[in-house]
């Protein structure tokens, strides 16, 4: 906010050359508000305004600059600047630098240190990658057991100046090994003469040199330190770990974790700086898996091809009955996934979670299998998309989702477990992958169910006898030949071989009560109801017998609500059908 303030003042500073007033600006400023300012700039000027910075506050300036910055103004300042910078520089800060940069580079600029530096760089270069030792500083205060509190005050006013911390006072003995760790408080509030072995307690936590950065994440949200230290094989303390260190290995592990549940490969270095051709590739691995994936999809769908035909309004809830088992599944394997990472679930509580998932499951599934049933049973009210069998249909849908639902849960909840016993990161159990892996299964259930419900209706065997006829061009051409006019349309034919008949199912359009008026006000007309089913026979159609099976609509006026007289066509056009049929 400070640095956003006075931003353009600063920028007007620099192109007007005004070097005295920028150097009296920065007087004042902390590091922090410095470098926010400075990543804001052009290149150019973050190389002036990094000559024109204090000597002491140049340093601390560029530990608080992201990696890419810090490597574009190395490159671009010149080697007294560069010099001056890395000799200021916190030891696991520039570690932290150093080992982001090509092998050559790192060597040239090593060459840069003066000696004392050089060593400690060395030195933590060293450890292992990602290992504590690569994360410490060497810059801390330790005092001697039998010392005494006025010693141990006079050793810090001499030392303390350029230490990462004076919060904690770390106790040796005359081998260099860590026997305690004492808050500075402890210090203030004894008499001069105590000595410090009088009040510790040889109650400490520490790290050692070889431990995962991981593992001081977790050391430092379980005891709620500061800062912790780090001991070699020996028990000697060699250096120590700040909480600010720790803070960006756990933002950088929130970032791997959060990339790869977006089903990603982690990206390893900033979105804005990643090079294109390269962010693809981490990319599209992942999809193309997926797309294999969804692929499984599509030839479950073409297994249940006869069914879909059977009962087009089975195809309506596809996207519902595939999203919620996705959803599901997403939901449990991100709680899961998170739930170990900050360790409230661990591998041996597989059972436990099951039991839970299982009723969780269960619940959520009544629940959106409930609002699918009614909301089928509701819009059946109003219109008749959903066909004669909505109830059975509204069954099918309220009991595929239920069972979805508890299948989409148990997967994204167990998978992760079944991912950290292989040894794999959890973590690649993302949502996408969750739901690729439902989608399929869930097609599966949902056609089951189906068939179980509705295999004496829409999705009974097939009658060998009979031989239906649907599609659009020829009931368009059985409308011709019945003589219908635009209120009413050809459904279906059904060829009866043995019996030699053809039946025409007719229903009337969805406008045909605003077509009707009342003769009593002149109110138009509504449908509230059908009769039941009737069979009225025709005449033949080449030498088949014919007959035309309807439920007649029960009509009646919006005004005043009488009955309104519907008249089938098919009961007076018998001339037009002969005429047809010769």
């Not at 933002?251 to 962010?279: C, H, N, W």
């Not at 089928?376 to 989702?401: K, R």
């Not at 148990?410 to 477990?417: A, E, I, V």
């Not at 309807?550 to 018998?574: F, L």
């Amino acid at each position: 906010m400070f640095a956003q303030l006075l931003g353009p003042e600063i920028e007007t500073f620099i192109k007007e050359r005004n070097f005295a007033a920028l150097k009296e600006c920065f007087q004042e400023w902390t590091p922090v508000d410095t470098a926010d300012l400075i990543a804001g700039l052009p290149l150019e000027d973050q190389v002036i305004v990094f000559r024109l910075l204090p000597q002491n506050l140049s340093g601390p300036t560029f530990e608080y600059l992201d990696n890419d910055s810090q490597h574009r103004l190395i490159q671009a300042m010149g080697r007294e600047e560069t010099v001056s910078i890395l000799n200021q520089m916190s030891p696991d800060d520039r570690t932290r630098l150093l080992e982001e940069l090509p092998s050559t580079a790192v060597s040239e600029l090593l060459k840069l240190l003066n000696p004392e530096e050089l060593k400690v760089a060395k030195t933590l270069l060293g450890y292992p990658e990602n290992s504590v030792g690569r994360l410490m500083t060497p810059d801390f205060i330790a005092v001697r057991d039998g010392w005494s509190v006025q010693q141990v005050l006079d050793y810090v006013r001499a030392n303390g100046k350029d230490r990462e911390t004076l919060n904690v006072i770390f106790v040796v003995d005359e081998r260099g090994r860590l026997i305690d760790d004492l808050r500075i408080r402890e210090f203030l509030l004894r008499p001069l003469d105590a000595k410090v072995h009088d009040f510790r307690d040889d109650r400490f936590i520490s790290l050692k040199v070889t431990d995962s950065d991981k593992s001081a994440v977790e050391l430092f949200k379980k005891y709620d330190r500061t800062v912790l230290p780090v001991i070699d094989s020996e028990g000697k303390i060699v250096g120590i770990v700040t909480v600010d260190d720790v803070m960006d290995v756990a933002e950088r592990e929130a970032t791997v974790e959060i990339q790869k549940m977006g089903g990603s490969e982690a990206l390893d270095e900033p979105y804005d700086t990643i090079p294109f051709f390269r962010m693809v590739k981490k990319r599209a691995s992942w999809l193309i898996i997926l797309f294999l994936g969804e692929m499984l999809t599509a030839t479950a769908m073409g297994y249940f091809e006869e069914e879909i035909e059977k009962a087009v309004v089975l195809a309506l809830f596809l996207p519902l009955i595939i999203s919620s088992g996705g959803n599901s599944g997403s939901q449990a394997s991100t709680l899961i996934i998170r739930a170990m990472a900050v360790g409230e679930v661990k591998l041996s509580d597989w059972w436990r979670v099951m039991r839970k998932e299982i009723c969780a499951g269960l619940t959520l599934g009544a629940i959106l299998g409930a609002i699918g049933y009614f909301r089928i049973a509701f819009w059946s009210m109003f219109s008749t998309v959903y066909g004669p069998h909505w109830n059975l249909v509204a069954i099918t849908v309220g009991g595929a989702l239920v069972g979805i639902v508890l299948w989409g849960t148990l997967s994204g909840s167990m998978l992760p477990f079944l991912l950290r016993r292989c040894k794999i990161d959890p973590a690649t159990s993302s949502a996408p992958f969750v739901a690729t892996l439902v989608d399929v299964t869930g097609l599966i259930i949902y056609f089951s169910i189906a068939m179980l419900v509705l295999r004496s209706t829409l999705l009974a065997p097939p009658d060998r006898d009979i031989v239906k006829v649907g599609q659009e061009k020829a009931v368009k051409a059985f409308d011709h030949l019945l003589n219908l006019d635009s209120h009413w349309q050809t459904e279906e034919a059904e060829l009866h071989v043995s019996a030699n008949r053809l039946s025409f199912v007719v229903a009337e359009n969805e406008d045909i009560g605003n077509d009707l008026v009342c003769t009593q006000c002149g109110g138009h007309g509504k449908v509230v109801g059908h009769e039941d089913t009737k069979h009225w026979p025709q005449l033949p159609v080449l030498k088949w017998d014919a007959e035309i099976i309807s439920a007649a609509p029960i009509v009646k006026c919006r005004k005043c609500d009488q009955p309104i007289s519907v008249i089938p066509p098919w009961t007076t056009n018998m001339p037009a059908l002969r005429r047809a049929t010769q």
